[in-house]
């Protein structure tokens, strides 16, 4: 008795001239199979190097994406499951290039970049394939006599550079290339597992070190002779982030996350060598019409990586760095909590700008943080988020300065508005640092 209903999905990009084979051979492969199949043709091409769509690249991978769970959420409904998800066939070796680019990056948490049950756009996405390598698929292909197609990704992307340098290493050195791929799933276990303990942190944190308030401060005088006449107060949006919780996370987490960069090491010693040796031999016959980085094509978890198959250009792989020496658990901690803030609360969003804080700006006002001796300390997110930290009272206040130059300038403002924020902080003390 069959307990649940199925169907096919083939979304159609017109970025390779081999594009209406391949959704032939789908084609007849579902029809072998008997199972529903749905195609769906993409309009707009991916821009690459010269070629102009109309369109941005990240506008682009943006569309294609929310198409791409539209069509899954319309196969769903067709087939009327209430708790159906969309199943992809994402292996291994697809989280291994995840890994590399970004480990290349500088990034270490959750670098496998998909999972195997998660949600997304409201749709659940199911990889039953993950934990298998490619070579076992193509073992089990070649010794059922399943027909299937040839990697199509362009060999100029990120992607397709990873995969030809570890396919070069497979052959030059077998016994090295299985090391770095059990060094790697190694490594995408422990970067998930510490990504996940910080994410839960971080979860209480975000529910009650988050105060989204209007302060009203006096508006500057443009002078600073004394007057009889009271200054008219302006209302100020700002939001209060709690940081007594995340103080006390940095001192644990430091030893954590130097422990898993140390993991990283025997993957930049191999990987960093494979891409001096890909640089030597291809950089001199690069095309110049091949920049060393077209955008991020690496998957996201639930699409393809599509694209022209044209020359593979310029080495664009990023050496891995983070393994020399693990960052500062300080600035590390307070960029993730201003994210995690960002992605909870639109007040926080609203102030951020839609830009998040650089490494620069967020270990400057960590060290600010650290070393505060004043009751109060200006900063900056970036140019414009202002932030003011609040020694006593352990918070950092987001402040909306939109159209306030002068406001910011001026030095009884700022004093207004710090003692502002200390009396608002101090009517929240029974909530800071539970």
């Known amino acids: 008795e069959q307990r649940f209903r199925w169907c096919a999905l083939h979304l159609c990009h017109p970025n390779r001239s081999d ?25 707009i091409r991916r821009p690459h190097g010269d070629l102009r769509t109309g369109i941005s690249r990240e506008r682009y991978e943006e569309k294609s994406k929310e198409l791409r769970f539209r069509m899954y959420a319309r196969c769903l ?17 697809d989280a291994d290039e995840n890994r590399l680019a970004e480990l290349g990056k500088g990034n270490v948490l959750h670098i496998d970049g998909m999972s195997m049950r998660g949600t997304m756009l409201g749709v659940e996405v199911v990889r039953p394939l993950l934990p298998v390598r490619k070579a076992e698929l193509l073992e089990f292909a070649t010794s ?7 990697d199509s990704t362009p060999k100029w992307s990120r992607r397709g550079w990873i995969r030809r340098t570890l396919d070069d290493l497979g052959v030059q050195d077998a016994q090295r290339h299985d090391r770095l791929l059990g060094a790697l799933s190694r490594a995408g276990v422990s970067s998930e597992a510490l990504g996940e303990e910080l994410d839960a942190s971080l979860l209480g944190w975000k529910q009650r070190g988050i105060v989204p ?22 209302d100020l949006p700002v939001v209060l982030l709690q940081l007594p919780d995340i103080l006390e996370l940095a001192s644990s987490f430091g030893t954590r996350l130097a422990e898993l960069c140390a993991e990283f090491r025997g993957i930049a010693e191999v990987w960093n060598a494979c891409i001096d040796k890909q640089s030597a031999a291809g950089g001199s016959a690069a095309a110049s019409d091949h920049k060393a980085d077209q955008g991020e094509d690496c998957c996201d978890g639930d699409g393809d990586c599509e694209g022209a198959d044209d020359a593979p250009g310029a080495c664009p792989l990023q050496k891995i760095r983070v393994g020399d020496a693990a960052p500062s658990a300080g600035p590390f901690l307070l960029g993730r909590a201003i994210a995690a803030a960002s992605n909870h609360s639109v007040e926080v969003q609203h102030l951020l700008r839609g830009q998040l804080a650089t490494r620069k700006a967020l270990t400057h006002l960590w060290d600010s943080i650290a070393r505060a001796r004043r009751e109060h300390q200006w900063g900056t997110l970036h140019k414009r988020c202002p932030c003011l930290y609040l020694h006593a009272e352990r918070c950092l206040v987001l402040c909306d300065m939109e159209d306030r130059d002068s406001d910011v300038a001026d030095r009884n403002w700022q004093r207004n508005f710090a003692a502002a924020a200390v009396a608002f902080a101090a009517s929240m003390e029974g909530d800071i640092g539970k």
Do not use: I, K, N
């Open 213 to 234: 308030a209007t302060l009203s401060v006096p508006a500057c005088s443009g002078s600073s002779a004394p007057s009889s006449e009271p200054a008219a107060s302006r």
């Open 19 to 43: 594009s209406s084979d391949e959704e032939g051979w789908v084609r007849w492969s579902c029809s072998r199979l008997g199972v529903e199949l749905f195609t769906y043709r993409l309009q």
């Open 77 to 93: 409904a067709h087939l009327g499951a209430e708790g159906g998800a969309a199943l992809v066939a994402h292996h291994e070796d």
């Open 144 to 150: 059922a006599d399943v027909c299937y197609m040839q």
